[in-house]
């Protein structure tokens, strides 16, 4: 009878511990399913506030490489009256200095992912790893744009200084070029009547400049090799775009 209640208990102290057992791996099973979903739940923010930052991404992109087409047409003008100065307008010509010699720069909004530890909460691999490599993405942009840039406020003013073009080039700069670096492009209050100078140089004397056809000759290259690289990240931000969408519908 001892063997028998012996027997009985430890049958019963072993359904109970497997009863414990169960309760437990339930509990951790419904605790990781309430995990997962808030997982889920942030994961979908955090694809909502990806899609509005690349969309304004794009716009801007797309904004930057009109602007870097707007250059190079006016390069190409310029350097047109370079080979056939007849009939050339010196006021057209510095309107189209004016337009050549804008200097868009990229500037995009960077997400923080891979600090913040969030990326491990994307699930489409495809998409983390677009949007890992965002940032050295952007880097053969804004290589070229420096390059660019520092030619415009360094060598292409010192050139304007020699021909007294400065304030030629600035008044149309400000009342003839369009600007969509702007926030609001319909603004107008950055209009201002600089004037144009009387002693600037004749336009003979600037079309023979070889400082500034070669620079002239330069905007046209690296403003295309900037589109150039800028096309292809256009690219890559309208695949990210099309894969947080497939994303947001699951």
Do not use: C
């Not at 209640?5 to 009863?19: D, F, V």
């Not at 997982?39 to 991404?57: S, T």
């Amino acid at each position: 009878m001892e063997k028998s209640k012996t027997g009985k208990y430890l049958k019963y102290a072993i359904g109970e511990i497997i009863l414990v057992m169960i309760g437990i791996l339930l509990a951790l099973q419904v605790n990781n399913w309430n995990e997962r979903r808030k997982d889920r739940i942030r994961e979908q923010v955090i694809l909502k506030q990806l899609q509005e930052d690349y969309q304004a991404n794009l716009i801007q992109l797309e904004e930057k490489m009109t602007t870097r087409d707007r250059i190079i047409y006016s390069a190409m003008q310029l350097l047109k009256a370079f080979d056939q100065p007849a009939g050339v307008i010196r006021d057209s010509l510095v309107k189209e200095l004016a337009n050549a010699f804008h200097d868009p720069t990229y500037d995009p909004i960077e997400n923080d992912l891979t600090s913040s530890g969030n990326l491990i909460l994307i699930r489409n691999h495809k998409l983390k790893r677009l949007l890992s490599n965002w940032s050295s993405d952007v880097v053969g942009v804004r290589e070229i744009e420096t390059t660019w840039s520092n030619s415009v406020n360094g060598e292409f003013d010192l050139i304007l200084s020699e021909l007294g073009l400065g304030r030629d080039v600035s008044n149309s700069f400000m009342n003839d070029s369009q600007h969509l670096w702007l926030l609001d492009h319909n603004q107008e209050s950055y209009k201002i009547e600089v004037g144009t100078s009387k002693l600037g140089a004749p336009l003979n004397e600037i079309l023979s400049s070889r400082k500034l056809e070669g620079i002239v000759g330069s905007a046209i290259t690296l403003n295309k090799a900037a589109n150039l690289q800028s096309e292809a990240l256009r690219l890559r931000i309208l695949e990210i775009l099309d894969l947080i969408k497939s994303e947001l519908k699951k």
